[in-house]
């Protein structure tokens, strides 16, 4: 059973728009969330990162927030550039458990020029 | 600058042969991970390893066994591959469980 999922397989975006990624989780044990960034033939590369202790993190144009009670995270890039993209995976995992991350299926963001 | 290395980054190979897929990483990481990636199901975890000689199935380790010898090195090996373990393969490495370094993929294709 998917614990993290992205029910949006692709996203197409102006460049310069705001460009939302929506994750949703299951397992109320997660308490750390990751989104990676993924282009073809390359291995995922960590993007930003969030505790369960905050709602809101921000890094340059990439804000990640966290709605523990809906168990639901978002990305937002603002603005969004033609270099962004790539497939966007959501990450979770219990630190207190075992020592895996749980991946969502991925979004697969077009910015368009 | 943390590095995660996969021996190969394209392998092809035909059906029962014995495959490794073999990963180094720099970092003096613990923890080491196997996941294979497909069209529409993400990154699923294949096995994990938080010790030398020490491992763990992750949800889809039925036709792969791992190794873990050295800190450094995990080994993935498909011990008859068929063609429905055509895939990419990512390995990483993390510290404490949460974020991880990922290799740059091992894009395998049996025939």
């Known amino acids: 059973d998917q614990q993290v999922k992205q029910n949006s397989p692709s996203l197409s975006v102006q460049e310069g728009r705001i460009s939302i990624l929506n994750c949703d989780y299951t397992?109320?044990?997660?308490?750390?969330f990751l989104w990676y960034k993924k282009y073809p033939a390359e291995g995922p590369t960590f993007l930003i990162s969030i505790s369960s202790i905050k709602d809101k993190n921000e890094d340059g144009r990439f804000t990640v927030f966290l709605n523990k009670s809906a168990k639901h995270l978002s990305l937002h890039i603002v603005p969004s550039q033609p270099g962004d993209s790539a497939v966007y995976f959501c990450a979770a995992s219990a630190r207190s458990g075992a020592n895996n991350l749980f991946f969502g299926t991925g979004t697969r963001l077009t910015v368009i020029p | 600058d943390v590095k995660v290395t996969q021996s190969s980054r394209y392998l092809v190979k035909r059906t029962g042969e014995k495959v490794f897929l073999e990963c180094v990483q720099d970092?003096?990481?613990?923890?080491m991970f196997w996941y294979r990636q497909d069209p529409g199901l993400g990154l699923r975890l294949i096995y994990f390893s938080y010790d030398v000689k020490m491992k763990e199935k992750g949800d889809i380790p039925e036709g792969y066994s791992v190794s873990r010898e050295k800190k450094e090195r995990f080994s993935l090996i498909l011990e008859s591959a068929s063609t429905n373990q055509t895939s990419m393969y990512l390995c990483?490495?993390?510290?404490?469980?949460?974020?991880?370094?990922f290799g740059q993929g091992t894009r395998l294709t049996v025939v």
């Open positions: 970092m003096d990481h613990e923890n």
């Open positions: 990483a490495s993390s510290s404490d469980g949460a974020k991880a370094f």
């Open positions: 397992n109320s044990m997660f308490d750390y």
